[in-house]
């Protein structure tokens, strides 16, 4: 490892000069590497991803199945789950910003395990590769829920390969999780208690429980269905007095807690860029750090409510019922504080700014949505239906993706010393936020009226508000390619970008831009509690770092 | 801000085993067996959903998993379980030796945690066989037609058989849960040649052993595992 400051070029060093080569960069160990390793990676499912969901959208445009046929429209929609959901929102924010971001933020020099940190990306890419190869072989079409007996008995597709390419990402999430724990506990700056850390390091905490202890269920649960296809074992199987509602409840034991995993580490992000561009104290710092860990739990006691039409016993579904419920009350915590900290707050409106106002807006319309979810009556109604979709899209798109994006603006400068355009960043902020509604809020009306999900083909009448549908996906993907076109582009023609552009709290704002490979000079001491922006506007003039180039 | 206050290098960064991202010994270590401990928490939920599976299906169909469960050869069973206990006591003396700073008593008893473990997989191996002769391994060839517990007593006319199809789902958990315990098995004991090759080397001293002692710990749990199996498995309604 280097351990000059100076490069050759005459370059302060960072973790981007640090070393050149295809092997520099395939066996670091440097976290920061390895996120970006990871941005590229996940990057490449989300555009997988969103191809499959274009091509649903245009199918959709017409009430008769006139671009694909069912069996294809079938395996469109699974892979597009698939992909999606394990391929790009659960590693997106905690692989790539959570990987980059907490040792920064704790004043460590890497996460506690940097090999392990290795490792998990090669376990997702050994799974992506899978995936891979299951959509070029013909794909797959058992839902992204593989529910049996139809992922057992009945399909003849890539069902194997699908469910061993999942397996690894789980294990490479697992061990991010893992990573993160340790890192936590035993890596903090001195000084750093548990009760000034960002609660973006909170919101990683409590994904990573969800993550160790969820996502093993979900791998046994998936390795028993390959071994039913694989050697006809009878585990599930209704036909030898298996029960494909136990594969249910396994199956969803992890998948609902899955949902926090994919929009917890987003509230993080909101919590940072509210603070910052409020210019203010979080408000109720302990009531979010309590929120952001009842959310995992009790995301751990509500699996059976995506089970109410399913035949489970009617106790059990008023239990679980109840249960939902209690989810608001933390989520709700948490949406009041954001706000509280706005009020009075010096508000002003950058890019990630915009991206966490639209993250507030449509994760409460996506909560409240959930809501009548939670509600057994309701529920029975609009179950399997378009209103189940556009909820579950406020949440995961209109939440967890625009968290992202925000935080991919508001981290740029630090990930690589380079600004972004802020008027395209705003631009582009604006479009995905319109894109997004006009795609998804049709699909609660059109789910209320009773439009049933996985159908290729509709009734006329749903045509005009599919149409809009599909018009607004259309707007959100050119929302979802203008960043990535100025983000590539400011990495050459972008403004340098000093140490700390939006003078934030927080330490990874107090090293150069880029950061140095192990991320500090000198050995950080805190001495001050977070998001201190009372102190930080008082004095006008800080400490002189210099910025890189 | 008020970063600067560099906390001086410790002379301990000369230690060629302490890792570049620690500040001390103790804090390596800490976290490398705090991160052991996750892992097998990840573990228990990982057979934890196999044992759900199994408690399930115990329950519905308690007489059949009975006749199937007697099936199984106890006397094996019970070997296993005493050789298993007897590597936990191997794995003990051999953290034991390394505190100890005893190379060569380290490297014997991980080999000899090496030989239980084989033996282990050795003698299930040959109730896999077993299974096989009898056509009790689920699939095409399945067949199983033993009675219920207890009914001996009755005439032939009337006694009651269990059902195949529910023996053939006590079978499958029985592959299922015991292959996933063998599968464990045998990265322990790769683990273990691995760690012996390095104790030989005479990489581990008292002053560092933290692999030696993660190891164990994964061994012990895949202990604790078989312990749960072979009561859930072997001794249903064995009391008869």
């Known amino acids: ?549 | 801000m008020h970063t600067s206050q560099a906390v001086a290098d410790k002379p301990e960064h000369e230690n060629p085993a302490l890792l570049h991202h620690f500040a001390t010994k103790g804090q390596q270590k800490n976290a490398a067996s705090l991160g052991m401990w996750l892992f097998l928490a990840q573990e228990v939920m990982f057979f934890g959903g196999l044992f759900c599976a199994y408690l399930v299906y115990r329950y519905k169909y308690f007489g059949d998993f009975g006749s199937a469960s007697q099936q199984l050869d106890i006397r094996l069973g019970t070997i296993n379980t005493v050789v298993l206990i007897c590597s936990s006591l191997t794995v003990v003396l051999a953290i034991r030796a390394v505190q100890l700073g005893k190379r060569m008593a380290l490297v014997f008893w991980l080999l000899a945690t090496i030989l239980f473990g084989l033996a282990f997989l050795g003698i299930k191996a040959d109730e896999y066989a077993e299974k096989f002769e009898k056509h009790h391994v689920p699939g095409a060839s399945f067949s199983y037609h033993e009675l219920l517990p207890g009914q001996e007593k009755f005439p032939p006319a009337e006694r009651q058989y269990a059902n195949p199809h529910h023996a053939e789902m006590f079978f499958s958990l029985y592959f299922a849960m015991t292959g996933m315990h063998a599968l464990h098995m045998i990265i322990g004991v790769g683990l273990f040649g691995f760690l012996a090759y390095k104790a030989w080397r005479g990489k581990y001293t008292p002053d560092y052993y933290t692999p030696i002692e993660n190891a164990g710990l994964y061994w012990h749990f895949v202990d604790i595992v078989w312990i749960y199996l072979f009561g859930l498995l072997y001794l249903i309604d064995r009391h008869r």
């Open chain 1, 1 to 549: 490892m280097a351990t000059a400051v100076v490069s050759d070029s005459g370059e302060r060093e960072t973790y981007l000069n640090a070393g050149y080569g295809l092997k520099s960069w395939l066996l670091t160990v440097d976290h920061k590497r390895i996120a970006l390793l990871y941005l590229m990676s996940i990057t490449f499912f989300f555009f997988i991803g969103g191809f499959f969901a274009l091509l649903i959208r245009l199918e959709l445009l017409t009430p008769a199945g006139e671009l694909v046929q069912s069996d294809t429209y079938n395996k469109l929609f699974t892979m597009h789950g698939q992909v999606m959901v394990f391929f790009f929102l659960i590693p997106a924010v905690p692989a790539v910003l959570g990987n980059f971001l907490i040792p920064l933020m704790i004043g460590a020099k890497d996460l506690a395990f940097p090999r392990i940190n290795l490792l998990s990306w090669y376990l997702y890419i050994i799974g992506g590769t899978l995936m891979i190869y299951t959509i070029l072989n013909g794909g797959v079409d058992t839902g992204w829920t593989f529910y049996t007996p139809l992922s057992t008995e009945f399909l003849k597709t890539n069902v194997i390969s699908a469910i061993v390419g999942i397996f690894f990402a789980g294990f490479s999430s697992i061990l991010t999780g893992l990573n993160f724990i340790v890192t936590i506990h035993r890596m903090r700056a001195p000084g750093m208690t548990w009760n000034r850390l960002p609660l973006f390091v909170w919101a990683h905490y409590a994904t990573s429980i969800i993550q160790v202890l969820g996502t093993p269920v979900v791998a046994i649960t998936l390795v028993l269905v390959a071994l039913e296809r694989l050697f006809h074992l009878g585990i599930f199987n209704p036909m030898l007095g298996g029960d494909p509602l136990l594969f249910q409840h396994l199956f969803w034991f992890y998948s609902h807690p899955a949902v926090y995993i994919m929009i917890l580490p987003g509230m993080g992000i909101v919590s940072e860029i509210v603070c910052c561009f409020s210019r203010k104290r979080i408000f109720g710092y302990k009531a979010m750090t309590l929120a952001v860990v009842g959310i995992a739990v009790i995301g751990f006691l509500v699996w059976a409510h995506h089970m109410f039409v399913a035949g489970i016993s009617v106790y059990a579904a008023l239990i679980f019922s109840l249960l939902s419920y209690f989810v608001a009350v933390p989520s709700a915590i948490k949406v009041f504080n954001w706000t509280a900290t706005m009020y009075k707050g010096s508000i002003t409106y950058q890019t990630p700014m915009l991206y966490a106002f639209g993250f507030i807006g449509l994760f409460t319309i996506g909560g409240l949505t959930g809501l009548f979810l939670a509600c057994l009556g309701m529920d029975v109604h609009v179950h399997d239906t378009y209103f189940i979709i556009a909820h579950f899209h406020y949440i995961m798109v209109g939440g967890m993706v625009m968290a992202y994006l925000g935080g991919m603006h508001f981290w740029w400068p630090k990930i690589t010393g380079r600004m972004y355009p802020e008027g395209w960043g705003k631009l582009a902020a604006l479009i995905v936020f319109i894109g997004f509604n006009l795609t998804f809020f049709p699909q609660f009306i059109l789910g209320y009226l009773g439009m049933p999900r996985r159908y290729h083909a509709y009734p006329a009448e749903f045509q005009i508000l599919n149409v809009l549908s599909t018009a607004g996906a259309t707007i959100l993907a050119v929302g979802y390619l203008l960043p990535m076109v100025y983000f590539v582009w400011s990495m050459r023609y972008g403004k340098p970008a000093p140490p700390n552009p939006w003078n934030a709290a927080g330490l990874e704002w107090q090293t150069q831009s880029p950061p140095p490979t192990f991320n500090f000079d000198e050995q950080p001491v805190v001495t001050w509690e977070a998001y201190n922006y009372d102190e930080i506007d008082e004095i006008p003039e800080k400490e002189e770092v210099p910025v890189a180039h």
